[in-house]
Nanobody, 132 residues
Framework: QVQLLESGGGLVQPGGSLRLSCAAS????????IGWFRQAPGKEREAEGV??????????YYSDSVKGRFTISRDNAKNTVYLQMNSLKPEDTAVYYC???????????????????????WGQGTQVTVSS
């Protein structure tokens, strides 16, 4: 079984920070690339790719909208991937999901494209609201 669980969301003022966690069960997370996606209010059929980290952590990708503000990392001892979000803006308000394609690659530097069709296993999401 491959199961992911997000946590750490909440209400924060513009300019504030949150750290999201993606915990894995049923598999060893360090062997898989992990992506973060988000769905804005009223956009339940659309998900925006935010970030990806390869299994070795040697390859990391950020969307232009979050580059310089968000940082993705992993703690293999805790079987968890984190998304540190700083300088939050109202437009960051969304449900945030972590996901994996569930495939092992020979190269630990590979990250699937931030396209929902490339990812097969998803958590249930955590709400982030940025508002004054």
């Amino acid at each position: 079984q491959v199961q992911l669980l997000e946590s750490g969301g909440g209400l924060v003022q513009p300019g504030g920070s949150l750290r999201l966690s993606c915990a894995a069960s049923g598999f060893t997370l360090e062997h898989y690339a992990i992506g973060w996606f988000r769905q804005a209010p009223g956009k339940e059929r659309e998900a925006e790719g935010v970030s990806c980290i390869s299994s070795s952590s040697e390859s990391i990708y950020y969307s232009d909208s979050v580059k310089g503000r968000f940082t993705i990392s992993r703690d293999n001892a805790k079987n968890t991937v984190y998304l540190q979000m700083n300088s939050l803006k109202p437009e960051d308000t969304a449900v945030y999901y972590c996901a994996t394609d569930g495939r092992r690659y020979y190269s630990g530097t590979y990250c699937p494209a931030l396209d929902v069709d490339e990812y097969h296993y998803w958590g249930q999401g955590t709400q982030v609201t940025v508002s004054s």
